[in-house]
């Protein structure tokens, strides 16, 4: 075997992380905790993989709940479109009366994508595929001494090529958690642990002082901010939500009257109580500013379009984005 390759297998026998999903080779909860952990991190996502391991123990129990369901159980996670696509491909999985158990049957379930399916293909069925993310090109940037820009075409080919070179094709699965854990505890991105790396005598960012500057990044898509205001309409105990559409983020979520700031008549405003201002969330490539107000009109008003009456006593019911469980929080009494 490949030295690096055994040295990464000795570590990650000595050091990996203990997490529920290592200790099963079932591929439905080891889908799940991928799909968990594509934007979040091990310690948040371990949570919610119990709670949906405990409210949907297998496949089937997933695909016949409801999407409501599934977005509540999610809620707090973000990338909301993460939470439908599981649903959608437990439905698939459902159909096809099996999981996929190759890696191109997994990569069409929905929400799989490159790496998704090289870590599940490995890790639940042994195949051999090697992932890339970004632990695994930060490890081989540095240990090869690798400056392709990553994030470019070229760099994806190389460092794919690279890591199929690299992997023992009886161990891939071990091979691939033990790069990830290798790359978010020793080869860190910040202050990497190189005085106690097992790596150091053959590692070309540390021989020629490198270890700073690699990986090399592009440069990343500019940030846009949105500013809005998100107004709690109060009325008689009621208040009033829209459910999301498709075509923008939080598809499927709900949330309460929304306008876009800019010039206003007066109309109205008296009933408007500023709670909150300037409230930032970010999202990948997007900061959300939003101002936010509590509505309580004399007489009952028209409301805008899509937009529903529901008890406010109900609203735990209905799955909502952060933004609005803060909004929530800053209403008085
Ligand atoms: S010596 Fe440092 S830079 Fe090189 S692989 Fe080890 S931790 Fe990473």
Not at 166 to 182: A, I, S, V
Not at 217 to 230: C, I, S
Not at 244 to 256: F, H, K, N, S
Not at 284 to 306: I, S
Request: net charge neutral; glycine share 8%; proline share 7%.
């Amino acid at each position: 075997m490949i030295p690096f390759s055994e040295t990464i297998l000795e570590w990650y026998a000595a050091n990996g992380r203990d997490l529920p999903w290592r200790h099963t080779r079932d591929p439905y909860a080891i889908w799940l905790s991928e799909i968990i952990l594509q934007q979040t991190r091990i310690a948040q996502g371990q949570a919610y993989w119990e709670r949906f391991m405990a409210a949907f123990p297998n496949v089937k129990a997933l695909a016949s709940a409801s999407e409501d369901e599934v977005l509540r159980l999610w809620q707090g996670l973000g990338y909301y479109s993460r939470a439908r696509n599981l649903h959608a491909a437990a439905r698939q999985i459902v159909e096809l009366g099996a999981f996929p158990d190759t890696i191109e049957g997994i990569r069409r379930l929905k929400g799989v994508g490159d790496y998704t399916a090289a870590a599940i293909g490995s890790i639940a069925f042994g195949l051999p595929a090697a992932v890339v993310d970004g632990n695994v090109y930060r490890v081989l940037a540095r240990h090869f001494g690798i400056v392709t820009p990553v994030g470019s075409t070229a760099a994806k080919k190389e460092f794919s090529e690279l890591a199929r070179k690299l992997l023992p094709t009886d161990r891939p699965g071990d091979f691939n958690q033990g790069m990830m854990d290798f790359g978010a505890v020793q080869c860190t991105p910040v202050s990497p642990a190189c005085l106690l790396c097992p790596l150091a005598d053959s590692c070309t960012a540390l021989a020629t002082g490198q270890v700073d500057r690699l990986p090399v990044k592009e440069k990343g898509t500019a940030v846009q901010t949105r500013r809005f205001d998100y107004i709690y309409l109060r009325f008689r105990g009621r208040t009033a939500i829209r459910r999301r559409g498709p075509g923008d983020i939080w598809q499927g979520l709900y949330e309460p009257v929304v306008r876009e700031p800019g010039p206003r008549d007066g109309a109205g405003e008296k009933d408007l109580l500023l709670l909150r201002a300037g409230v930032k969330h970010q999202l990948t490539h997007r900061t959300l500013l939003a101002d936010f107000y509590l509505w309580t009109p004399q007489e009952e008003p028209d409301l805008p379009e899509g937009y529903v009456w529901i008890e406010e006593a109900e609203l735990d019911r209905y799955a909502k984005p952060r933004l609005f469980e803060l909004l929530l929080e800053s209403l008085p009494g």
